[in-house]
């Protein structure tokens, strides 16, 4: 049978690229393993964290649309939630000021923002 067999890729919009591959790679910690230019001076980029295969496209929107904070969907998974937050804190990304603590089912979370106000959350998996 063909058809959907998983995602690939997450496609951010944003307004500079060299702004927002900084901020992945230096202040989130992600890979960057795709830079390719195409169609007259366009370019493509994809981000991936060090573990999975699904990654984040960090596109200039088409012509005419502007670049809008949201929330992206995209979470992020680590082993420490509180080493997380404190270290992207002490990198000047724009996190929650506290992590939050539901209880089970709930992971701990926090939501962090990137330079074009979108945002993405990061969990702890319950053990």
């Known amino acids: 049978?063909?058809?959907l067999r998983e995602i690939s890729l997450v496609v951010v919009?944003?307004?500079d690229q060299n702004r927002s591959i900084s901020f992945y790679t230096e202040k989130l910690g992600l890979e960057k393993r795709t830079d390719q230019e195409?169609?007259?001076g366009m370019r493509w980029v994809e981000v991936y964290a060090p573990v999975?295969?699904?990654g984040i496209s960090l596109a200039i929107p088409p012509p005419g649309?502007?670049?809008e904070p949201t929330f992206t969907g995209i979470t992020f998974q680590t082993e420490d939630i509180d080493a997380t937050h404190?270290?992207?804190k002490e990198r000047g990304v724009d996190v929650d000021d506290e992590v939050t603590?539901?209880?089970a089912p709930v992971p701990d979370m926090f939501w962090l923002r990137d330079p074009d106000g979108h945002s993405l959350l990061v969990v702890?998996?319950?053990s």
């Open 1 to 3: 049978m063909s058809g």
């Open 13 to 15: 919009p944003v307004s």
């Open 38 to 40: 195409f169609g007259g």
């Open 52 to 54: 999975g295969t699904t």
């Open 65 to 67: 649309r502007e670049v």
């Open 86 to 88: 404190a270290q992207f």
């Open 101 to 103: 603590r539901w209880g």
């Open 124 to 126: 702890q998996p319950l």
